[in-house]
């Protein structure tokens, strides 16, 4: 027999209780039942986000809430600065070009954070930019960015500050409004222990003003018509009900651990990880590792591919490959979500086997002994 464990950055475990709620049966959503649910899904979001203001709930995947910032901020003919560090930012420049935005990219070297100098000077040379694309975590590198960093200089000027939170929402500390972050876009199968359909953005008034005059086009996301309904705890189209509902329920969850301690577990499992892989002689990938996931360099003389396959196919461990040029040099382990002490030593312990059979020379139960080192310190 083999049992499956989740271990890559998205999709991630859902808990058992919200598996239990989405399978209730559906109810109509033009009903004050179903408005119930959401105005409580919709109050407990700004929990998670750190936000008195609103936030949309799209049935789409986290990409939507990415595409929803910029058709709904942006006009046409703008300019925006996109933070590109790896596979996410790169999505935020290519949504931009898709709509006609010309976009001012700052290449940064994948496993780098971005400095948030160059972004200062770009925009005291660029007066008309309109907006800034950062990620929180760069899920493709495991690199956390300085948010507040680049907040406290975007929040100086004009221009909004749009921040890709999809993967690092819950495991790395986002304080929305004390930062001053002007739009955060999430997804529901990431920190939030939800199942992949649900997309999240949260927007504030100096973003909201721009939303006024945006002349893109768009219909779907069309976040004029979200408001409106929102309003009244409704949507402007059929929501995913089973979703919205599991929702309820993992908010309930973060609640009651609270956020601080949903953080601190976050960081004790990245470190277990990150000296778990410095124990069996690896390198770690990042220069500043997100808490979400740890990003390891393959070392020499292993198949990177055949290891994440490995641990899959014969052991049921998923964890991430590398994406891009990356591809078969890193390994990315996951600590996201619904997980505990027990699910990163079981994914030590399943890299440990797999790097034996794959030929890497270290001593058995070094990493697993590093990562309990740091559990019962
Ligand atoms: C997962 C992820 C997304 C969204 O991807 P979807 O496949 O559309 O859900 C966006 N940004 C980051 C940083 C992510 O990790």
């Not at 942006?74 to 010309?102: P, Q």
């Amino acid at each position: 027999m083999k049992k499956n464990y989740i271990m890559a950055p998205g999709p991630t475990p859902v808990p058992e209780d919200v598996l239990l709620d989405i399978a209730k049966p559906i109810i109509h959503h033009r009903t004050s039942q179903y408005q119930e649910i959401f105005k409580k899904a919709s109050e407990g979001l700004k929990y998670l986000f750190n936000t008195k203001n609103d936030i949309f709930t799209f049935a789409s995947s986290g990409t939507g809430a990415m595409e929803a910032a910029v058709i709904n901020i942006l006009s046409s003919g703008d300019k925006a600065i996109v933070v590109r560090g790896g596979k996410f930012g790169e999505r935020f420049s290519d949504i931009c070009k898709a709509y006609g935005i010309e976009a001012i990219n700052i290449d940064v070297e994948w496993g780098k954070p971005v400095d948030p100098g160059l972004i200062k000077k770009r925009l005291a040379d660029n007066k008309d930019l309109k907006a800034v694309f950062a990620t929180l975590c760069e899920t493709s590198t495991g690199t956390k960015n300085d948010i507040q960093g680049i907040a406290n200089i975007v929040s100086a000027t004009n221009a909004v500050l749009i921040v890709d939170a999809v993967s690092g929402l819950c495991a790395d500390d986002l304080r929305t409004d004390e930062w001053k972050v002007d739009v955060v876009c999430c997804g529901s199968q990431k920190g939030m222990m939800l199942p992949p359909g649900l997309a999240f953005l949260s927007i504030n008034k100096k973003a909201m003003e721009k939303v006024a005059k945006s002349n893109l086009p768009k219909y779907y996301f069309d976040l004029k018509a979200y408001k409106k309904s929102l309003d009244k705890n409704d949507v402007p189209w059929t929501p995913a009900v089973g979703l919205v509902r599991g929702l309820c329920k993992s908010i309930d969850m973060i609640r009651e651990e609270g956020m601080e301690n949903v953080l601190a577990r976050h960081a004790r499992l990245a470190n277990a990880t990150k000296e778990a892989a410095k124990a069996l002689g690896l390198e770690l990938f990042s220069a500043s590792p997100s808490n979400a996931v740890t990003a390891v360099k393959v070392p020499s003389g292993v198949d990177g591919q055949n290891l994440v396959k490995t641990m899959r196919n014969k052991y049921g461990v998923t964890i991430a490959g590398g994406q891009a040029h990356l591809k078969g040099k890193i390994f990315r382990i996951a600590h996201l979500g619904y997980m505990v002490e027990f699910d990163t030593l079981t994914a030590i312990s399943a890299l440990e086997i797999t790097l034996k059979e794959l030929g890497h020379k270290f001593t058995l139960g070094s990493g697993v002994g590093a990562a309990l080192k740091v559990f019962t310190a």
